[in-house]
């Protein structure tokens, strides 16, 4: 699942305490807060098949549902059973024999419910329960924004431009909020799900669509069912207008539902799929193991995405048409990262959220996997390197462990840990394996606990059965150890004895980390490779050479997930930029020049940089171009033209067309102009930002022609140039514009809106623009401080000397606001 996340857990049976302690003993309560351990859930019973018939009150915002739930004791001989149901009235719980219900005792405290079975289950014997229930998620407690399970959107109709949509979230344990079940990942189960719904509308759920049936009432029931077990957080429903496009791979249906203006564009946006489902069948050894796969955008989702079995789901930012494509550079790594949950996740689930890491870790390297298999191995290290930003961005993170027993809240390891970091410890390992063993390794896991839960210890013998190798050691400090490597590099080189030492030295606190690494020597433009080991706080290499090297590249292979600061003279980055061959090498190259722009060597690289191979690059030495040096922005020039008129990315495109907006040389308006016909939003925005620059009265001119087709970059343009320059004339566009962002966005644009408001001259729309003014409240301060009062003040000054003294007083209304929230 694409999202970072206690709940009541009943737990009855026998627990060998010793030995769990020995198991965890290397772990430590990360922090003073989380000290509770968080053991795996007993199982007392199995699930073993789950049939729900639900209908949905969309007035009363209920499902009322009916559940034959089928289970058996898991080892111990058992006469009660507790399941979780958040919510709910419970109407009846009965035993099912011989096509007879006979009711049962319960008792129910809203978020669990224990029933008295009819008599003692041995773990031979199944039973069957019938449960007629209503779930009320809307009147559900619940402080998270995901913990409802059952979202009902714009139910009745009203609200403009939005869809009436029904759909589930069940990660971490939501499930339960829709249909009583044993909500833990370590269970699972096969499933019947039965949905009765409006007729005019799709549904889709896990497995196959089995029947569907029109009713007389003009509700039509479809009849879903999965009949390979999974997790009871990975079962799913949706309803709702959907267009769907129908894909397929290896005779399975692929599926992409979307909103029905979006219907031919689905291929466009997940048109990858098969290629996919083939790519990671293929490296894992194992075909995709469902009997088919859907994808379906949803309108005011909770989460990013999330991996339900057969059926992923994600929001409605997914949707776009083939213009909005061209702007989104791998947009395709949430719906991989969903994919590669259909192995890691949903085939073999993790036994606990604890080792969460088996689920989310590997989607997270199937997104860096797939980057080397569909772009190059630039894109893949970007992604590694952003992921390992990302992860570092935290101090907090460094004291969480992978596997982590200790937490208060479930919610708490969807983090950068489990995400991010475990990611990039499995990119560790596969390149310390190699891609052969790391694998066999994957099959080895994969098809010894397929449909069942697994913990990392069953990694680690999987890996270490594929590789002949012993990897407590990885394990051990990478994933029951918390923390990352901060090290230090310096060097030294002896002309006399012809010696090049390098200077090792970890400084994090915590644990010391066990390193293996490459250490790349350039001597006479020829590279050689010194495999070696870092086993100590501190450690010195030294290296016999014949002359002194050009570049002494520790960690070569740029994997280590560590925290670096390497001593490295400008001219050592500037040799790394023009011959070492990694993203990472370049990247390193142009910061160390970001900082030394002063100088002709980091004016070089970053010049140079502007014709790197990747986009990524070019697009950062864009980014990071003083443009306020002299010689940087004369030398810059042709290269920033060539970009603006030549580039294959749009992106890097956009970025140099805003560079040459602040050249602001007529001699550019032609270029800018050829510009605004590109497809990429981003070029159209960034031209006419850049227009604006040079000759506001033509990008005033120009504006009107773009106001039927725009996104993005090139909505935000016409709203700068339109708020810096239009008259009344332009208040309807601007004010809807305004109105229709976010509040967070909408608190960005406030001061060119209230510029905009001190220039025009109709009384009416200033008073509506500053009313919508005040309600942004506390949020003055932070986004638009001092210079909103000055426009203010003006525009009072403005009515004051029409002797326009309502709107003075409306004005002074709204400037005692904004000091009220400073």
Known sequence: MKKLFITLLFCAGLATIGALNQVFAQEKPANPIATTYQETPAKINNLVHTKLAVSFDYKKRYLYGKEWLTLKPHFYPTDTLRLDAKGMDLKDISVVKNGKNYPLK???????????????????????????????????????????????????????????????????ESSSAWFPT???????????????????????????????????????????????????????????????YKDSWRGKEVSYYVEPKYASYAKDIFGFTPDAMSFFSKITGVDY???????????????????????????????????????????????????????????????????????????????ILWAEYRYDQDAADEHIQEGLQGYLGSTQNATKSLVRFYYNDSQDVFDGVTYQKGGRILNMLRHYLGNEAFYKGLNIYLTTNAFKNAEAQQLRLAMEEASGLDLNWFFNQWYYGAGHPELNISYSWDESSKKQTIYLQQTQSGQVFTLPFAVDIYVAGKKERHPVWMRSKADTLTFTLPSKPDLVNVDGDKLLLAKKTDHKTLEEYAFQYAQ???????????????????????????????????????????RALNMDNDTIRTAAYPSIVDIAQKDDNPLAQAQAIVLLGKYKKTTDLELLKQALKSQSYAVQGAALWAINQINPTEALALAPLYEKDNKGDLTNALFTVYTGNAGDDKWDYIFSFYMSRFQESRYKLTDKFATYIGRIKSQEHALQGIAEI?????????????????????????????????????????????????
Do not use: C
């Not at 502007?610 to 690059?617: H, I, P, S, V």
């Open 289 to 367: 193991p469902w009997n088919k796969y859907a994808q379906i955008t949803v309108r005011d989702y909770v989460s990013g995405a999330m991996e339900n079995t057969t059926a992923m789901m994600t929001g409605e930012g997914a949707q776009a048409t083939k213009r909005e494509l061209v702007d989104r550079i791998h947009n395709d790594f949430g719906s991989i990262h969903e994919l590669f949950h259909q192995w890691f996740g949903d085939y073999v689930t993790t036994e606990s959220w604890s080792n969460l890491t088996l689920n989310e870790s590997f989607a997270d390297l199937g997104e």
């Open 182 to 244: 044993i909500d833990k990942p370590n269970q699972k189960t096969t499933a019947e799900i039965i949905m009765t719904v409006p007729a005019k509308y799709v549904t889709l759920s896990n497995g196959r669509l089995a029947s569907q049936k029109v009713n007389a009432d003009k509700t039509r029931t479809d009849t879903w069912k999965m009949e390979l077990p999974n997790a009871p957080y990975l079962f799913m429903m949706a309803v709702g207008d959907f267009a769907i």
């Open 774 to 822: 005040k309600k942004l409240g506390v949020q003055f301060k932070k986004y638009i401080g001092p210079q909103i009062i000055a426009v203010l003040t003006r525009l009072k000054t403005q009515r004051a000397g029409l002797n326009d003294t309502s709107s003075a007083s409306a004005i002074d209304d709204a400037i005692a606001g904004v000091n009220k929230a400073k």
């Open 580 to 622: 070492a061959p990694l993203y990472l090498d370049r990247y390193e190259a142009i910061e160390a020049a970001t900082s030394s722009q002063k100088t002709l060597l980091g004016q070089k690289i970053l010049l140079g940089a502007l014709k790197d191979k990747y986009f990524g690059l070019r697009l950062k030495a864009l």
């Open 106 to 172: 319960f008792s129910y405290d809203s978020l669990t419910v224990a029933i008295k079975l009819d008599k003692v289950y041995h773990s031979n014997e199944s039973y069957t329960l019938y449960i007629d229930y209503t779930a009320k998620p809307n009147e559900l407690k619940t402080s998270r924004k995901h913990g409802k399970g059952l979202y009902f959107i714009n139910p009745d109709g009203t609200e403009k431009n939005k869809p009436t949509q029904i759909w589930t979230e069940g990660e971490p």
